[in-house]
């Protein structure tokens, strides 16, 4: 079966940084598309960021350019979104996905990212 485990979440002021990481299991991760993704309380899941299968292509959502970097070891078979200059507005469950074409097929339990002012 295959898993996606973040890890790294917790709660921090405005300003700090936070690592999340994502661990896959039960299957190669280096020809899937990782994304990060968040949700917070009554709203829709949005993207945060993503990576291509190499790991060469990202994308970013408007919101975290410049604070956030997201990037992947194909040996580990690991993900990780680093996380600066945070603001209470990134407060959100966090969640790692991985999938082709456009799709997420695979996604993580998430794990909670609280920032305070």
């Known amino acids: 079966q295959v898993q996606l485990v973040e890890s790294g979440g917790g709660l921090v002021q405005a300003g700090d940084s936070l690592r999340l990481s994502c661990e896959v299991s039960?299957?190669?991760?280096?020809?899937?598309?990782m994304g990060w993704f968040r949700q917070a309380p009554g709203k829709e899941r949005e993207i945060v960021a993503s990576i291509s299968p190499s790991g060469t292509r990202t994308y970013y959502a408007d919101f975290v350019k410049g604070r956030f970097t997201i990037s992947r070891d194909n040996v580990k078979n690991t993900g990780n979104l680093q996380m600066n200059s945070l603001k209470p507005e990134d407060t959100a469950v966090y969640y790692c996905a991985m999938g082709t074409g456009g799709l997420y097929d695979y996604w993580g339990q998430g794990t909670q990212v609280t920032v305070s002012s």
């Open positions: 039960g299957r190669t991760a280096s020809t899937y598309t």
